[in-house]
């Protein structure tokens, strides 16, 4: 499983991972017509300036994460390759996992009464957001030729 390093200070706030990522998780997937679709799809991180710096609000993948135990409903799984997923087919909308995520990485898309976070792009072969940044801002923390090379 490919996971991402956001390295500050390289980024410009461009917020093109955001765009990328709206996109990929999207309906349609396509940049154009993602732009207009109902429910408007969101990005699953954040970047912003914080004390005058570059920051992203992400999904920490907590060891043990406190959105999963406030949700009542079982929604929220943590797989053995340590991501945390929230099952948008499962999620009421309480947003208990909201108020207790401690990053501020879960976002409410009121439209479809789901809670939303970064997914890691599940099911793809390389990630959105590390795919659209230009200034390396966002990196593979495993290179994906490496596990090419190794089979994987």
Same mark, same amino acid.
């Given at each position: 499983?490919?996971? #991402?390093?956001?390295?500050?200070e390289? !980024? +410009?706030?461009c917020?093109? !991972?955001m765009?990328?990522?709206? +996109?990929?998780?999207?309906?349609s997937?396509?940049?154009?017509? $993602? ?5 408007k799809s ?8 914080r004390?005058d710096?570059?920051?992203m609000?992400? @999904?920490?993948?907590c =060891?043990?994460?406190? @959105? ?6 079982? $929604?929220?799984?943590? /797989?053995?390759?340590g991501n +945390?997923v929230?099952?948008?087919? #499962? @999620?009421?909308? !309480?947003? &208990?996992?909201? &108020? ?13 009464? +789901? =809670? ?7 099911? /793809? ?5 590390? &795919? =659209? !940044?230009?200034? &390396?801002?966002?990196? /593979? ?8 090379? =190794?089979g994987?």
């Amino acid at each position: 499983m490919l996971k #991402k390093k956001f390295i500050k200070e390289n !980024c +410009v706030t461009c917020k093109q !991972c955001m765009f990328a990522c709206a +996109v990929r998780h999207s309906v349609s997937k396509d940049v154009f017509t $993602a732009i207009s679709e109902v429910p408007k799809s969101i990005p699953r991180l954040t970047v912003s300036i914080r004390k005058d710096k570059p920051h992203m609000t992400v @999904c920490q993948n907590c =060891a043990k994460p406190k @959105c999963r135990e406030a949700c009542q409903y079982g $929604a929220i799984t943590k /797989y053995e390759d340590g991501n +945390v997923v929230i099952d948008q087919k #499962k @999620c009421v909308g !309480c947003w &208990e996992c909201v &108020e207790a995520c401690p990053f501020g990485a879960i976002s409410m898309q009121t439209e479809m009464k +789901v =809670a939303i976070n970064c997914d890691d792009c599940k099911g /793809y072969d390389d990630m959105a957001c590390v &795919e =659209a !940044c230009k200034t &390396e801002a966002l990196v /593979y923390t495993v290179k994906k030729e490496a596990l090419v090379t =190794a089979g994987k």
